[in-house]
C-alpha cells in the first residue's frame, strides 16, 4: 500500500468520532495481572516469617475479647487461657487449608460479577470518610444525597469494581439506623458488587438479612454476594464487635476481609521484617476462625498499613516502608494460597495537591505490583481518611483504569499488522493515516481525560484550568448523565419494608446498635 493510499483511506472516521465522543461507563472487567510480581523475599525468608508468626501465635498468643468466640476456640481444641488463645500452628495451617482460594463475587446484574483470588484483582472505593470535599470543594460533613453520589460516580466508572459502601458517613440519619440507608443505598445506585457494614453484630446481621431479600436466601448459600471488613487491634488483639460481625457473615458463607490495623513503629515494632510477622499471625488467627465458624467459608488476608512519623505521632502513606510491606504480604499470602486485600490511593494531604498525587501512585504501583486481589480505598481518600474528595474520585478511578492498562500486559494480537505499518510506511514517513493507526490508537496508548497534555498556550487560552476544577466538572457531568439500574419493584419493596420494620424496631440514637 502506498504512502499516498494510506493518507486517503477514511475507514469510517466519523463513526469512530462519534463514538469516542460518547462516554464509556461500561465496567472493566476483573483485572488479570500479566506482570510478574515484586517478591523480595527469598523463600528462606517467606519461611522465616512463617515460623516468627506461628510461633507468636503458639507460644504469646492472641487475645479474643468474645466470649462466643473463646468457647468456639475450646472446642476447636485450642489453648484458650483466659482471654488468651494459644493456636497450635498444625491446627493453624489445617484451617487456613479449607479457606477457597479463588471464588466469584456476584453482582445484582451479572454481567458485573467478579472472579476473585489467584491473578485476578479488583477495584473498590475508598469507605469510612466523616466529611467530604463537594462538588464546590468545600469540606463538609456528608449527608445521605452526598453517599448516594458517590454510590452513583462508582456505578459510572469503568474501572471502579465496587460501590462499597459508606464511602462516606451521612450525618443526617441516626448513628443507629445508618447502616440500613447505607446499604440500600450501595444496593440500588450501583448494580456493582458492594460491601456490608460490620459495625457491630447487629448491624452485619441486618445486612445480610437486606442480602437475602436481594438475591434470595439459598442464593447466599452457595454464592458470595457481600464484602464485610473486619479490624483487628494491634497488637493481637481481636474484640467483641468486629468478632460477633465476622460470625454474621461466616454463619451465611459471605466473605469478610481479615484487617490487622497496622500502624507501624506504633502498634507494631519499628522495623519492617517483624511488622509483617506480627501482622502475618493476627490476620492468621482471624483467617483460622472464620474456619471455626463455618469451614469453607471464604476469607480474605486483609490488613491496613500506615506507618507512624515519629515526629507527629500521625499516620504516613506512599512511604518506601509500606511499599515493602505490600511486597512481603503479598508473598506470605501466595505462600497460604488465599486471597489478600491492600489498600490504595492512600494519603495524608488536606486538599487535592501534588503530595495528594505523589502519595496515591506510590501506593497504587506497589499495590499492583505485590499481586493484591482486592484493591480497596481505591478512589477518594485524602487527610489520612478523614474526608472524600469528589474531584480526586474521579482522578483516582481514571488511575485505576491506566494501572489496569499497565497490569494487564503487552499485547501481542496485532504484532504482525503493525509490522506490516512499517513496511508500508518506510523511512521517514508517518504512521497517522496509516489504518492499523486508526484503527488501534485508542487502545494502543492510553489517553488519560483528566490530565492535560496540550501546549501552555493552548490551556491558557482555555482559561488555565486545573485538575482540581477539571475534575469537579467532571463529576457533575457525570451526576447529570447518570441513568439509576432499576431494582425489580417486588425486590425495592421488600428492602424498603424490611427497612423500616428495623428503624422501628431500632431505638434512632446516635449510638451504634448492639441490641435490637
Not at 484458650?80 to 498444625?90: A, M, N, P, Q
Not at 501482622?279 to 483467617?287: D, F, I, M, Q, Y
Not at 514517513?429 to 488519560?448: I, V
Request: aromatic share 8%; hydrophobic share 40%; glycine share 6%.
Amino acid at each position: 500500500m502506498s504512502v499516498a493510499a494510506v493518507g486517503t483511506e477514511r475507514r469510517g472516521r466519523g463513526a469512530r468520532k462519534a463514538s469516542r465522543q460518547k462516554r464509556n461507563t461500561t465496567m472493566l472487567p476483573a483485572l488479570r495481572r500479566r506482570l510478574p510480581l515484586t517478591e523480595p523475599m527469598s523463600q528462606e525468608q517467606v519461611e522465616k516469617i512463617d515460623a516468627a508468626s506461628m510461633d507468636i501465635l503458639e507460644n504469646i498468643g492472641v487475645v479474643f475479647r468474645d466470649e462466643i468466640a473463646l468457647e468456639d476456640w475450646r472446642k476447636a481444641g485450642a489453648d484458650v487461657r483466659g482471654e488468651t488463645v494459644h493456636l497450635d500452628r498444625g491446627l493453624v495451617r489445617e484451617l487456613i487449608a479449607s479457606i477457597p482460594s479463588t471464588f466469584t463475587i456476584h453482582a445484582r446484574n451479572h454481567a458485573n460479577d467478579l472472579p476473585f483470588g489467584n491473578d485476578h484483582s479488583i477495584f473498590v472505593p475508598m469507605t469510612g470518610a466523616p466529611y467530604l470535599r463537594d462538588m464546590e470543594d468545600v469540606r463538609r460533613n456528608p449527608t445521605l444525597d452526598d453517599l448516594a453520589n458517590f454510590h452513583k460516580l462508582s456505578h459510572m466508572l469503568p474501572a471502579i469494581h465496587s460501590s462499597a459502601h459508606h464511602i462516606v458517613e451521612p450525618y443526617d440519619h441516626p448513628i443507629s439506623h445508618r447502616h440500613l440507608r447505607i446499604t440500600y443505598s450501595s444496593m440500588k445506585h450501583s448494580d456493582k458488587t458492594f460491601m456490608g457494614m460490620t459495625t457491630s453484630p447487629k448491624n452485619a446481621e441486618d445486612v445480610m438479612d437486606m442480602c437475602a431479600v436481594l438475591f434470595g436466601e439459598d442464593y447466599l448459600e452457595d454464592h458470595a454476594v457481600c464484602t464485610g471488613n473486619c479490624n483487628g487491634n494491634s497488637p493481637l488483639v481481636w474484640d467483641e464487635t468486629m468478632l460477633g460481625a465476622m460470625r454474621a457473615f461466616a454463619r451465611r458463607k459471605q466473605p469478610v476481609l481479615c484487617s490487622p490495623f497496622v500502624l507501624g513503629g506504633a502498634n507494631t515494632p519499628a522495623s519492617v521484617a517483624p511488622t509483617v510477622a506480627q501482622l502475618n499471625a493476627e490476620a492468621l488467627s482471624a483467617l483460622a476462625y472464620t474456619q471455626v465458624v463455618r469451614k469453607g467459608t471464604p476469607a480474605i488476608y486483609g490488613h491496613y498499613l500506615a506507618t507512624v512519623s515519629m515526629k507527629s505521632g500521625a499516620p504516613m502513606a506512599g512511604t518506601p516502608e509500606i511499599s515493602l510491606m505490600n511486597f512481603m504480604i503479598g508473598q506470605m499470602a501466595r505462600y497460604y494460597d488465599v486471597p489478600w486485600r491492600t489498600s490504595n490511593t492512600l494519603g495524608g494531604a488536606k486538599t487535592f495537591d501534588a503530595q495528594a498525587g505523589y502519595e496515591s501512585a506510590t501506593t497504587m504501583m506497589a499495590a499492583l505490583m505485590s499481586g493484591a486481589n482486592y484493591i480497596w480505598h481505591s478512589a477518594g481518600w485524602n487527610e489520612a481518611g478523614m474526608h472524600c474528595s469528589m474531584a480526586k474520585f474521579v482522578v483516582d478511578a481514571e488511575q485505576c483504569a491506566m494501572g489496569y492498562r499497565m497490569a494487564e500486559g503487552v499485547r501481542w494480537d496485532d504484532f504482525d499488522e503493525a509490522l506490516q505499518a512499517v513496511r508500508d510506511v518506510g523511512p521517514g514517513g508517518h504512521y497517522l493515516g496509516h489504518p492499523h493507526t486508526l484503527e488501534n490508537f485508542q487502545r494502543a496508548f492510553f489517553m488519560p481525560e483528566m490530565f492535560d497534555n496540550n501546549s501552555i498556550e493552548q490551556w491558557q487560552a482555555e482559561g488555565s484550568v486545573e485538575i482540581n476544577e477539571r475534575a469537579l466538572q467532571r463529576v457533575k457531568d457525570l451526576l447529570n448523565e447518570y441513568e439509576e439500574p432499576k431494582l425489580d419493584e417486588g425486590v425495592n419493596e421488600a428492602l424498603l419494608d424490611y427497612i423500616a420494620r428495623r428503624e422501628r424496631e431500632i431505638p434512632a440514637v446516635e449510638a451504634l446498635n448492639q441490641d435490637h
